[in-house]
């Protein structure tokens, strides 16, 4: 009997198998991954004579997991940091800077967010009786919308913390939870009876971790993911791509992963897929977890790559990229100026974009084949951006319900789950401590670890 199957080879699944190498025989270790390819989400593409990235580009330091786990493989010396990170939002037909004074979008120094170009003067009164309204009062959660809509108004949320804190997990703050996806408003207004305030405070005490905010790695993510797949295969983990696990079925003395080859008897199992791949695998094992897994909903983001040339545009672009708010009403969700956030991409003369498009509530964009989406996010780069020409190579890259959607009280959710999973079952990914690299890196550690617990003979 085989120990552990960790099934999913994304970035969590790989993780929670080198977790697990340092504490039992790397040999007792079987990932199974579906597709051909490892490393799920983390993909990159070649693009003109360099590559550009697909999913994510880069990871917040702020949790450390993933800045950990790129010393562990002996990465540090090849981390990057983007070249640049002032960002923009497209609003009325113009861009703006993001207003200063503001945290996570939500203003904390009015004094400096007063005479933004993206707030109108009205919402910028608004938002500034935010000290006046006295102590917030959440029962346990909400959602982000309703409660920075209540401090700051209407104009703050749907223009500033919609683009910023919606666009991260391609849905709405209107939906999303508050605990989990602003946690620093909700401490805010646990410590002080004006959020602006709480947040001022927060970032008067923060201590610097001698690390930029966001970093990547020469080679783009993909690093992270070769190089965690090259230390497993030297260690004898056994890593199995084009492999689908179908259904996880309880034995008496651990669990019978099959797939349409083979099956696989273990101890333990790591599920490290998508919450509702989850949900089906584990009908036999936990009916209550299944149903409860099957009520996450997942946004379905479309990353598309142009690639211009430089004469393109009318005078370079400056900047990361730019947010656009839910009521532009345009498919393209966020740009990022790929060349400029990461020079090392740059071909002579060509300029990358990273359009990304498609948001919870808003699926449009999946109506479209590749070429009419293209030539549709062109036409929105020369309103937004007023480039010239039509792009001189592109890619597109479907991410069909990638993005899990955290929902009030969405801790709690997980925690019913986990109390009735039996032992020997454990799960990782983004739905569980957040959408980001280093979250799911984090989740994989506490899955290895619980696990390692349970099996029979720790090394
Ligand atoms: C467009 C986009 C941009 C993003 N940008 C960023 C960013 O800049 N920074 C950041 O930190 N995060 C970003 N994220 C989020 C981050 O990339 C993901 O949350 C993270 O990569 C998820 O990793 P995972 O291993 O949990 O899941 P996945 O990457 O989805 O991996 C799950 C794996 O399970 C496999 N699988 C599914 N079903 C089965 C089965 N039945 N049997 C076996 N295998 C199966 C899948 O093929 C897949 O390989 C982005 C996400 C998207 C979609």
């Known amino acids: 009997m085989t120990k552990v199957v960790v099934i999913g080879g994304g970035i969590s699944g790989l993780a929670s198998a080198y977790f ?61 940091s983007p070249a640049t990170n002032s960002a923009f939002i497209y609003s009325r037909s113009a861009l703006h800077p993001i207003p200063p004074g503001t945290v996570f979008g939500a203003p904390s120094n009015f004094k400096k967010f007063f005479g933004n170009s993206l707030i109108s003067k009205t919402g910028q009164l608004r938002a500034a009786i935010e000290p006046f309204l006295g102590q917030a009062k959440i029962q346990g959660d909400t959602t982000v919308g309703a409660f920075a809509k209540k401090r700051w108004g209407k104009e703050v949320t749907d223009r500033l913390i919609e683009p910023l804190v919606g666009g991260i997990h391609a849905g709405t703050v209107y939906e999303l939870s508050l605990a989990q996806c602003a946690p620093q408003y909700l401490d805010a207004a646990h410590t002080h009876t004006s959020v602006s305030k709480g947040l001022r405070s927060q970032m008067a005490n923060y201590t610097p971790s001698g690390h930029p905010m966001f970093y990547s790695l ?20 056994e890593i199995l791509t084009r492999c689908e696990s179908a259904e996880i079925l309880p034995l008496a003395d651990g669990y019978r992963i099959t797939t349409e080859g083979k099956s696989f008897d273990a101890e333990g199992v790591i599920c490290a897929t998508p919450a509702f791949v989850t949900s089906r695998l584990l009908k036999a094992v936990s009916r209550t977890a299944s149903e409860l ?71 449009r964009v999946w109506g479209f084949d590749d070429r009419s989406l293209v030539a549709t996010l062109e036409a929105e780069m020369t309103n937004i951006l007023g480039v010239r020409s039509r ?12 993005i899990p959607q955290f929902k009030p009280f969405h801790s709690q959710l997980i925690q019913r789950i986990r109390e009735s999973l039996p032992s020997g079952v454990e799960l990782a990914g983004a739905p569980f401590l957040g959408v980001g690299i280093p979250a799911c890196i984090s989740s994989a550690s506490l899955a290895a670890d619980r696990l390692a617990k349970t099996l029979s003979k720790p090394r």
């Open 20 to 80: 697990l190498s340092q504490q039992i025989d790397p040999q007792d270790i079987t990932v199974i991954e579906s597709d051909d390819r490892l490393g799920g989400t983390v993909s990159k593409v070649e693009f003109g004579s360099h590559f550009a990235e697909t999913g994510p580009d880069s990871f917040i330091t702020r949790n450390p997991s993933a800045i950990d786990l790129a010393a562990d493989l002996d990465l540090s010396g090849r981390l990057i």
């Open 218 to 237: 020469e080679g783009g993510l993909s690093s992270l993911v070769d190089s965690l797949v090259g230390l497993l295969e030297k260690r004898n983990v």
């Open 293 to 363: 897994l099957d009520t996450i909903d997942y946004a379905s983001p479309i990353m598309t790559l142009l690639g211009y040339e430089d004469a393109s545009f009318g005078e370079p672009l400056r900047g990361s990229g730019l947010l656009v708010p839910r009521q532009t009403k345009t498919l393209t969700s966020a740009i990022t100026f790929a060349t400029n956030k990461w020079p090392s991409w740059k071909s002579e003369g060509e300029t990358i974009l990273r359009v990304s498009a498609g948001r919870i509530g808003d699926n």
């Open 391 to 402: 792009s001189i190579r592109s890619n597109v890259a479907r991410w069909q319900k990638r």
